[in-house]
């Protein structure tokens, strides 16, 4: 069974900074396309920042420059270095991987808040 575990986030301060990790666990072929979401109650779920298999990288306008996606094929595991935060990036992160023969896969989420 393919699974995608998050870790990292909690609570910090305005222009403190946070990490985020996401692996994909089982058994598997390949994993294309892999990316956080951020989700606040009551809105839909956004890309915050996308990887593809070979590195190519895409972020929302309110993240470029401040926050950092990065991936390790052989572990099977994406980061989300999130620097310089601010209120507006609080909310619920998910990870989501594009699992090759399995489609999407998503995590359970994780909580992000920073407020002073």
């Known amino acids: 069974q393919v699974r995608v575990v998050e870790s990292g986030g909690g609570s910090v301060r305005p222009g403190e900074s946070l990490e985020l990790s996401c692996r994909v666990r089982?058994?598997?072929?390949?994993?294309?396309?892999m990316g956080w979401y951020r989700q606040v109650l009551g809105t839909q779920r956004e890309l915050v920042a996308s990887?593809?298999?070979?590195?190519?990288?895409r972020y929302a306008d309110s993240v470029r420059g401040r926050f950092t996606i990065s991936r390790d094929n052989g572990k099977k595991m994406i980061t989300l270095q999130m620097n310089s935060l601010k209120p507006e990036d609080s909310g619920v992160y998910y990870c989501?991987?594009?699992?090759?023969?399995?489609?999407?896969?998503w995590g359970q989420g994780t909580q992000v808040t920073v407020s002073s």
């Open positions: 989501n991987a594009d699992v090759r023969f399995e489609g999407d896969k």
């Open positions: 990887i593809s298999e070979h590195g190519i990288t």
């Open positions: 089982g058994s598997i072929y390949s994993i294309q396309g």
